[in-house]
């Protein structure tokens, strides 16, 4: 797909192939495509603009460290900019994906310079990006309330054999077993 992307449609074969690769249908990968090449018409979406619209959401924090991170979690062919086919994959796992395929992806978006696994410093990095963007706007229980509890409360769930190392298997174990976290993962079931 590569180059051809930015400048041709997707042929029936390759919206056939994303679509057996996602979890949409034929005609949803069609629309998805026609959206990202009205929004992106060289067929790579940056991360400038990923950051751009992430502004717009979160207009009274800053949003620069998290949107960096999730992209880099994104970016699947780790290219700096995303391709049709990386981003249709992403936004179908986020959408339709399993509760396990959404877990494993949070995982990799920590895992922020790619080594298999997280450490309490990547944890508390990822957090302290979430508290800029999301600012004093978000009530929060007393235990969660700080960049630092939050990032001390869940590595404490996560990180049960004291080697300062989590794995996606301890990660998707330990924060299974908190709930708000499995009903947020559940939020976007239901995205057309």
């Given at each position: ?80 900019s ?25 995982f ?8 298999g ?22 009530p ?6 700080t ?13 049960k ?32």
């Open positions: 797909m590569g180059n051809q992307e930015s400048t041709q449609s997707l042929s029936e074969h390759e919206i056939a192939r994303l679509s057996a690769e996602t979890n949409f249908t034929p005609a949803e990968v069609a629309q998805w495509y026609k959206g990202f090449k009205r929004d992106c018409p060289s067929g790579k979406f940056t991360m400038a603009r990923f950051q751009a619209i992430a502004e717009g959401f979160f207009p009274a924090g800053d949003a620069e460290n998290f949107t960096k991170f999730i992209f880099n979690g994104m970016d699947l062919e780790e290219d700096a995303l391709n049709f086919e990386s981003f249709i994959k992403v936004t179908s796992l986020l959408a339709r994906g399993t509760k396990e395929e959404k877990l494993k992806w949070a990799h978006v920590r895992d922020i310079d790619h080594t696994f997280i450490t309490k410093e990547k944890m508390q990095l990822v957090e302290d990006s979430v508290f800029s963007m999301i600012a004093n706007h978000v929060l229980p007393d235990d969660e309330n960049a630092e509890k939050r990032t001390e409360k869940l590595y404490n769930l996560i990180e054999d004291q080697d300062g190392k989590v794995t996606v298997d301890q990660f998707k174990v330990g924060l299974n077993q908190d709930r708000d976290i499995v009903n947020a993962l559940s939020l976007h079931d239901t995205v057309q």
